[in-house]
C-alpha cells in the first residue's frame, strides 16, 4: 500500500508561516504530478497547489502569492510553504497524486490559524 506521510502542520497566528512536508516512494514522485490538498470543516476537499516534475506549479486563488509548493523528486518529498496565513486557512492539509487516488490518502496534518 501506498503510504504518503505529511507533517509540519500546527497552531499559528494570523499573519504566520508554516512548512508542510510530504515523504513518500520515490516511484510516485518519480511519474506523478504532486498536489496539496485541504479540508475545512463542513467543506469538501479540494487543490491547493500541484507541481509537475519538470517544477511547473499552479495555485487556488486562494493560495497565489502566499503559498509556494516545491518538490524534491530524488528524495520522494513535496512541500508547501504558507505565508501570511489567514483563519480561512485552517484546514487539516493532505497531499496526494493530481489527480488524486484515493488509496494515496495519508493522516494530513492540522492547520489552524487564530490569535
Given amino acids: 500500500q501506498v503510504q504518503l506521510v505529511e507533517s509540519g502542520g ?3 497566528q494570523p499573519g504566520g508561516s508554516l512548512r508542510l512536508s510530504c515523504t513518500g ?3 510516485i514522485f518519480a511519474i506523478y504530478v504532486m498536489g496539496w490538498y485541504c479540508q475545512a470543516p463542513g467543506k469538501q ?3 491547493v497547489a500541484a507541481i509537475t516534475r519538470d517544477g511547473r506549479t499552479n495555485y487556488a ?3 497565489k502569492g502566499r503559498f509556494t509548493i516545491s518538490r524534491d523528486n530524488a528524495k520522494g518529498t513535496v512541500s508547501l510553504q504558507m505565508n501570511s496565513l489567514k483563519p480561512e486557512d485552517t484546514a487539516v ?3 496526494n497524486v493530481r489527480p488524486p487516488r484515493p488509496d494515496y490518502w495519508g493522516q494530513g496534518t492540522q492547520v489552524t490559524v487564530s490569535s
Fill in 10 to 12: 500546527g497552531l499559528v
Fill in 25 to 27: 516512494s520515490r516511484s
Fill in 93 to 95: 492539509y493532505y497531499c
Fill in 45 to 47: 476537499r479540494e487543490l
Fill in 61 to 63: 486563488d486562494s493560495a
